[in-house]
């Protein structure tokens, strides 16, 4: 058993390279084959767009692509955040870093039955190195080889040991090249989709989506036939859940323990797992005023982080100024900022104002003659106006500062932020280990406002961040790690590329009425949080029907 205690800081693909790991043995099936499950998707608007383009560059896509896509590896956030085999069987690194040997399972098939290889692998992991605009995980190989059949080699100009887990992103998933290779990838929506995943698409209706299970998955049987998944809004998710219509949902839920899981606690499950991350504020650094670090300073000192918190109904989950949990990250926190949470400071924020040459006239912020009136971006399907609202009246209070509320749906929300389209966007900063959480501050992901940037979406650029990064990703040794890390901690402080508000979480609700076998916070080797790839399989691998 592993507990959540061992979720700890590591930059998992540095431990773990070179390891060949365990096969995967996800776990029996629970019978009842004839039963579905069904998922409510709460972010994803009233409507789904049957664009199963899982690499493309199209923003509205069809959910759940990673139950029919996989990647070649896993995180295990249930130990250490490690990086574990999935399509991969093993790997190891050679050549100082820089070769990276993958060993793929010869047990693979496509859902079409023909067989995966090491020539789907290639051309995956090709494409985003042919066509930059497909790559939506960032990647940063620059070349990709079959050696045999099973094997392929991936080749960095770097050593690379730290960014091992790209092969993990749900992201950067493996596409059929015999299917994938004839398409104008640009345009084609995949509208019937074959993948190595669990599932097929069986039925396709813009408010609900079936997926059928295979029955020939190299995983293992699962316990149900099919999987639905259908929209909702935060709203109706609670009457839908307490009338058990629906069996699984990923959202937020103000005062969940007593509304929900008090009524039935055998069957009404909600859940929180760490992710390491926040949800911060994130500035557009390509465009002033939040080019300058008084500004971003100014407006990170007077974030009311607990007024945020205590609507949530999450008492003490405010985040530390570095962006890392102190949770998960205990290890590798700098001790001057551990258990240390931002507090407004109007003085300190005006006083920073002043050092770079700014007032604040009629709600503006001022300097040289011109005015700016910045809004804040944030996800309208996320619930998130309250806590706009929060943040707008506190710099109205403290600063006289007239900040716009910007909400938008989750496709116009990911577009605008994507395309450099904001000013102050309300964003969720995490990964796997420090790196992980860290990586999108290179200014390798940096690209123009006007074009779409999967990462680095802030723009940000600083030759010490550059480096830093660089560093972590050429050494697999611990303590040197540990100490870029907390290099980055201070960057994050000082120069604020963005400002976290409260400590981000998977939020898992769950009526176990129909099926059994959950993990649990206390008790998980991975998370049932619907969207992250391997985790969501091995949830439904090993659920059962209740009663049977």
Partial sequence: MRSRRRVLAVVGAVLLAGCSGPAVKPGSSGGAANASIVYAKTDGGTTFVRNYNVMGPATDKAPNMELVYEPLMRVDYGDGGVLKPWLAASWTFSEQGKQLTIKLRTDVTWSDGQKFSADDVVYSLGLPIEKPDFSIAGVTYKSVAKVDDSTVKVVFAEPSYATLNQFANILLPMVPKHIWSTQNLNTWTNPDPIGTGPFTLKEFKPQQITLQARTDYWGGKLPMSTYKIIPTSADALKAQLLKGDIDWSSASWPNGEKEYVAKDPDKHLYQLYSNGGAMSVLFNTAKAPFDDVHVRRALALTIDRTAVVTTLQRPGTEAGPTGLSDQLFADWLDPAYKGKVQKVDATAA????????????????VKDGKRYQPSILFNSDWGWGNYADILLNTWKQTLGLQVKGAGQPSAGYYD???????????????GSGVYGVYRFLSSSFKVPIGKSATLNQGRWSDPQTDRIIAAMERTDNVGELKGLGRQLQKIVVDDVPFSPIYNNFYFVDINATRWTGWPTPDNFDHIPFVGMGPDTILTMLKLQRRGS
Avoid: Y
Wanted: charged share 20%.
């Fill in 350 to 365: 005006k006083a920073e104002l002043a050092r770079g040459g700014w007032t604040i006239e009629n709600g503006a912020l």
């Fill in 416 to 430: 605008k932020q994507n395309l450099g389209q904001f000013d102050l966007a309300a964003a969720s900063t995490g």
